[in-house]
């Protein structure tokens, strides 16, 4: 059975960077394109990043393009989502998403394309 798992959440103050992690257990998973997700309290679930599986192509939504790098390292079986210049507006539940989807500068930030979900990690920019 496919498991996502995504980690590295934390309290971080306005300004600040941290460093999200997708893994992958009982699959490999360089075979698919990789979506980073969030979800605020009271929001709907935004679409924040995506990679295609190889690393070539990626997609950032207009809210963290600048600020946030999507990459990852198919070798070590893990996908990272580097996010500088945090801000408030940034907290959020954050959760990384696997399958076969497209990821371009147009695509690829859908939630309903994907069917492989880690359960979140929490995110708060706070002073």
């Known amino acids: 059975q496919l498991h996502v798992v995504d980690s590295g959440g934390s309290l971080v103050q306005p300004g600040g960077s941290l460093r999200l992690s997708c893994a992958a257990s009982?699959?490999?998973?360089?075979?698919?394109?990789i979506g980073w997700f969030r979800q605020a309290p009271g929001k709907d679930r935004e679409g924040i990043s995506c990679?295609?599986?190889?690393?070539?192509?990626?997609n950032y939504a207009d809210s963290v393009k600048g600020r946030f790098a999507i990459s990852r390292d198919n070798a070590k079986n893990m996908v990272y989502l580097q996010m500088n210049n945090l801000k408030p507006e940034d907290t959020a539940v954050y959760y990384c998403?696997?399958?076969?989807?497209?990821?371009?500068?147009?695509?690829?930030?859908?939630?309903?394309?994907?069917?492989?979900w880690g359960k979140g990690t929490l995110v708060t920019v706070s002073s």
């Open positions: 009982g699959f490999t998973l360089g075979y698919y394109a």
């Open positions: 998403a696997a399958d076969n989807v497209v990821c371009d500068e147009r695509h690829g930030l859908e939630y309903e394309l994907y069917d492989y």
């Open positions: 990679i295609t599986n190889s690393g070539s192509r990626t």
